[in-house]
């Protein structure tokens, strides 16, 4: 990478951590009326709502359903899914759980922790949203978390969202064409698939298993800080952007490009067909290849080195290299290092 392509790398991860963290200190501090919308990771979906009456409401069927919010309190709902092709469910800080089973609806029930967030759940057009939202300033120190249960029909979905602001979130069985996932902190784990992932972090610690013996199509994942681990996920492409934070992948195949700003990623391939691209300016990439694996090596350095050890030969570089080293399965490895270490090894 040249230094006019560095400089822009830097630039853009650094604007990539300043939309995440407005969108973060957003959804911590919440606003004292009005309402607000934030949209976080650079998309132009909504990550979090704010303002509005602390209230649950349910829109089934065109009949609206509207409660107060009281501490304690359980409301459920089941909607007819036979025309359901969308899923998007969006957290504050509920303690979420959302199953996928032999079932032809939807059952969704809330129950209330402190009252000053409004939750709503409706299926409309074949698109079944639950969006909990601050209801005002959040208060610091410990508070009841409210409780949200989904159970959804087994099916893949032409798109499904979940978006998390703090909590801890547990989705299992969840299929869709595509799939967005956006955690500002806390803990989300997914037992999940999807043609296309989208993956992005501010903060909290995100695990992810491919709950079939599909390859993807497309993986991005962009993370800011925490740590967030990938399992089975092999795919076409694999795109990682890394601010700061961990990433661990394990199980990959195809062409993953890696762009790391400080922190570290660490890659185990399942199958070595597609290529390797990594960037780093600060930190540390790991990256474990199958046994007879080589790679035909464009190494580019300004501080830092890399350490090979593919089959038995290894290659230790604190200077520009390149070459072909390891078995017979060779494929290319392009490695930027501004400063930091990058270790490719069986």
Known sequence: MSKTGKLLLIFGLTAFVSLIAFGVSIAILGVSNGNYSVSLFGANIPF???GGRSEVQFNNG?????????PGRSYDMT???SALTGIDIETASAHTTVTCGDTDEVYVKYTVGDARFRFTAELINGKFTALEHSTGFFSFGSF???ELEIKLPEKMYNNARVAVASGITKVNGLTSDSMNCDLASGDLEMNIYAKKIRFSAASGHGVFRNCTENACEEITVQTASGGQEFYGFGSDNTNIDIASGNVKMQGLSGKVDVDIASGKVELLYAEWNGGLDIDVMSGKADITLPAGSG???EFDRASGGMDINLDGTGESFHKDAEGIYGGSNVHEANIDVASGNVSIHN
Request: no cysteine; net charge negative; proline share 0%.
């Open 295 to 297: 790679i035909d090596l």
């Open 79 to 81: 909607f007819d899914a």
């Open 48 to 50: 979090m709502h704010f």
């Open 62 to 70: 065109g009949t609206v359903y509207t409660f107060d919010s009281e």
């Open 144 to 146: 009841n978390a409210a």
